[in-house]
């Protein structure tokens, strides 16, 4: 029989509640740091990225961010600590199921409302933020097929992915073991808005991993968290560059 969070050390919960979010924060943040320090001391090699376009270069450190965020959050513990993840903590104990899809667009109607009630609040409450600020992707020009389909993978695929297993994976798969359900959602929400960097953006995604958490919860695993937020991605993805007249 598996114990509650309640039968966990008060001050091991509470070391746990902050150490968690801050490491995943860390690792991400030194993901980044190490792919720029690793391209910048390639060009002072005498490397040249001149011939490679930037949506191109742009998707490679996408891939590379990602791969190396999620090895240093979840290989560093292991190999420090032998704590190793589990298929079950990262909700990937299973293959896709078709009420993972039912759940995709009714997370994607609640998340909407949210984001909404949010954003309106917010504007009411944090009158110095620009919410016309537009959140940069690497992708502003674009011109070819090939770049548009680089442009749909890194944004729609490999982004949601790769952030559905570090947040609602890992972080609140192992925060919710040390804190109640709601104290786990708001914690891993509010780190994943934390890490956009916009006042804006950080907003809106806050609601969005409300619902992805919420998901996660109702459907026993990480699918249709990944299908909601490859969804939302795919509909910024379409107005931003198939239909941008809309906007």
């Known amino acids: 029989m598996s114990r509650s969070f309640s039968d966990i050390p008060l001050q091991r919960r509470i070391l746990f509640t902050i150490g968690l979010p801050v490491w995943v924060f860390f690792g991400f943040m030194l993901a980044q740091a190490l792919v720029t320090v690793i391209f910048l001391g390639m060009q002072q090699l005498g490397v040249?990225?001149?011939?490679?376009?930037?949506?191109?270069?742009?998707?490679?450190?996408?891939?590379?961010?990602?791969?190396?965020?999620?090895?240093?959050?979840?290989?560093?513990?292991?190999?420090?600590k032998k704590r190793k993840t589990t298929k079950e903590e990262l909700g990937l104990q299973r293959w896709p199921r078709w009420m993972d899809i039912v759940w995709t667009p009714a997370g994607l109607i609640v998340y909407l409302i949210l984001t909404a009630a949010l954003m309106y609040a917010a504007m009411q409450l944090l009158t110095f933020v620009?919410?016309?600020?537009?959140?940069?992707?690497?992708?502003?020009?674009?011109?070819?097929?090939?770049?548009?389909?680089?442009?749909?993978?890194?944004?729609?695929?490999?982004?949601?992915?790769?952030?559905?297993?570090?947040?609602?994976?890992?972080?609140?798969?192992?925060?919710?073991?040390?804190?109640?359900?709601?104290?786990?959602?708001?914690?891993?929400?509010?780190?994943?808005?934390?890490?956009?960097?916009?006042?804006?953006?950080?907003?809106?995604?806050?609601?969005?991993?409300?619902?992805?958490?919420l998901l996660r919860v109702v459907t026993g695993s990480l699918w249709a968290s990944i299908l909601l937020h490859a969804l939302k991605n795919g509909i910024a993805y379409y107005f931003l560059f198939i239909n941008p007249i809309v906007l």
């Open 48 to 80: 040249s990225f001149d011939s490679v376009n930037i949506p191109t270069f742009n998707t490679l450190i996408a891939v590379l961010v990602y791969a190396l965020a999620i090895a240093i959050v979840l290989g560093v513990p292991w190999l420090v």
């Open 130 to 213: 620009d919410y016309t600020q537009t959140q940069e992707n690497g992708f502003s020009q674009i011109a070819s097929q090939w770049e548009y389909i680089l442009a749909f993978i890194s944004l729609v695929i490999i982004a949601p992915v790769a952030e559905e297993v570090l947040f609602r994976g890992y972080l609140f798969g192992k925060l919710r073991k040390y804190v109640p359900i709601w104290a786990s959602i708001l914690v891993t929400s509010l780190v994943f808005a934390v890490v956009h960097g916009q006042w804006n953006v950080g907003i809106d995604v806050f609601a969005l991993s409300i619902v992805l958490c």
